[in-house]
């Protein structure tokens, strides 16, 4: 479409909506003759007869009427896309909304909010941690930070870095009960897991096109995975957690990375989703940048990860 033309459509549309050339020529401030040979001319460049023109009156033609609504919404789409440019252009402000799973707020997304806050002072942030998976249009959140395997229907997904999962124990604990070298020998074991992740028990991994599903037991249970973590850390039992939550200890050796032949099929990905009708705002665009610039593959939590060889 040609800049005239869409000139004319402006015009065409401002005659629609006060059903009167007078009306247009005085909110586009100019004279009711120039509204009228724009019509005619957008009319004739078309080949339709758009508005009915009576000395009373001005309507809209059958033809008129379908072409006022796509008109009205292409001029729409327009505006909001520079206004969309210019604010991106402008320094962020206002709130942000965001909601996130608690353990992963705590170690990674906090830190990451408080450098944006230092960044962009003019940005307050509010963050909601749950691990319930909090719907985006009902909770009025600018940005979902989410771990999983299944995205919604109806928002757009950032996909931002890999989540891995670790078997894994202490030193002292596998000193004590032995080194498990294979799935089925967990079976032998005290192995915590997080309930919602791991069900009815059995852990479960691939080896190239292998799947080993085993029942792993345990006298203790807990929907916490922090508190996994500490009673791993402190040589209680074997432990399948993602790397998030325990890559420092991997690296430094306070835990020992298990069965690392074998991948859990608990593996998931960490996305960034926000809905497809959301005005984009500076603020929204410049945490999706700083989203996607810390959370990449291979994350830094996993590199370097001290393997086990085992």
Same mark, same amino acid.
């Given at each position: 479409?040609?800049?005239?033309?869409?000139?004319l459509i *402006?015009?065409?549309v401002r005659?629609?909506?006060?059903?009167?050339?007078?009306?247009?020529?005085?909110?586009?401030? @100019?004279?009711?003759?120039?509204?009228s040979?724009?019509?005619?001319?957008?009319?004739?460049?078309m080949? @339709?007869q758009?508005l009915? /023109?009576?000395?009373?009156?001005?309507?809209?033609?059958?033809i008129g009427?379908?072409?006022?609504?796509?008109?009205?919404?292409?001029?729409l789409?327009?505006e909001?896309?520079?206004?969309?440019?210019?604010d991106?252009?402008?320094?962020?402000?206002?709130?942000? /909304?965001?909601?996130? %799973?608690?353990?992963?707020?705590?170690k990674?997304?906090? &830190?990451?909010?408080? $450098?944006?806050?230092?960044?962009?002072?003019?940005?307050? @942030?509010?963050?909601?941690?749950?691990?319930?998976?909090?719907?985006?249009?009902?909770?009025?959140?600018d940005i *979902?930070?989410?771990?999983?395997?299944h995205?919604?229907?109806?928002?757009?997904?950032? #996909?931002?870095a890999?989540?891995?999962?670790?078997?894994?124990?202490?030193p002292a604990?596998? *000193? #004590?009960?032995?080194?498990?070298?294979? &799935?089925?020998?967990?079976?032998?074991?005290q192995?915590?897991?997080?309930?919602?992740?791991?069900k009815?028990?059995?852990?479960s991994?691939?080896?190239?096109?292998?799947?080993?599903?085993? %029942?792993?037991?345990? #006298?203790?249970?807990?929907?916490?995975?922090?508190?996994?973590?500490?009673?791993?850390?402190?040589?209680?039992?074997?432990?399948l957690l993602?790397t998030?939550l325990?890559?420092?200890?991997?690296?430094?050796?306070?835990? @020992?990375?298990?069965?690392?032949?074998?991948?859990?099929t608990?593996?998931?990905a960490l996305y960034?989703?926000?809905?497809?009708?959301?005005?984009?705002?500076?603020?929204?665009?410049?945490?999706?940048?700083?989203?996607q610039?810390?959370?990449i593959d &291979? &994350?830094?939590?996993?590199? %370097?990860?001290?393997?086990? $060889?085992?």
């Amino acid at each position: 479409m040609d800049t005239e033309s869409l000139s004319l459509i *402006a015009v065409f549309v401002r005659v629609a909506r006060c059903m009167s050339f007078s009306g247009a020529a005085a909110e586009l401030h @100019v004279s009711t003759g120039t509204v009228s040979r724009q019509i005619a001319r957008l009319e004739k460049k078309m080949g @339709v007869q758009l508005l009915e /023109r009576s000395t009373r009156k001005v309507g809209l033609t059958e033809i008129g009427k379908t072409f006022y609504e796509s008109s009205r919404q292409i001029l729409l789409l327009a505006e909001e896309s520079m206004s969309q440019v210019q604010d991106l252009q402008a320094e962020p402000s206002g709130t942000l /909304r965001l909601t996130a %799973p608690l353990l992963f707020s705590v170690k990674h997304l906090g &830190p990451l909010i408080s $450098r944006f806050t230092e960044r962009y002072p003019h940005v307050e @942030v509010q963050l909601k941690v749950s691990d319930q998976l909090e719907s985006l249009p009902l909770g009025d959140f600018d940005i *979902a930070v989410r771990i999983t395997n299944h995205l919604d229907d109806g928002v757009i997904a950032k #996909r931002l870095a890999s989540i891995h999962w670790a078997v894994c124990a202490s030193p002292a604990y596998l *000193a #004590r009960y032995g080194t498990p070298t294979m &799935p089925a020998d967990l079976t032998e074991h005290q192995c915590y897991h997080y309930p919602s992740v791991i069900k009815h028990g059995r852990w479960s991994f691939t080896r190239g096109d292998a799947l080993y599903n085993v %029942p792993t037991h345990a #006298r203790f249970h807990v929907n916490n995975s922090a508190i996994i973590a500490d009673h791993t850390l402190a040589g209680l039992g074997i432990a399948l957690l993602p790397t998030y939550l325990v890559g420092e200890h991997l690296q430094s050796g306070r835990l @020992v990375q298990l069965l690392t032949g074998y991948t859990p099929t608990v593996n998931s990905a960490l996305y960034a989703l926000y809905l497809p009708n959301r005005y984009m705002t500076a603020k929204v665009h410049c945490f999706l940048e700083m989203l996607q610039t810390a959370f990449i593959d &291979p &994350p830094y939590w996993d590199k %370097p990860l001290r393997q086990g $060889r085992h």
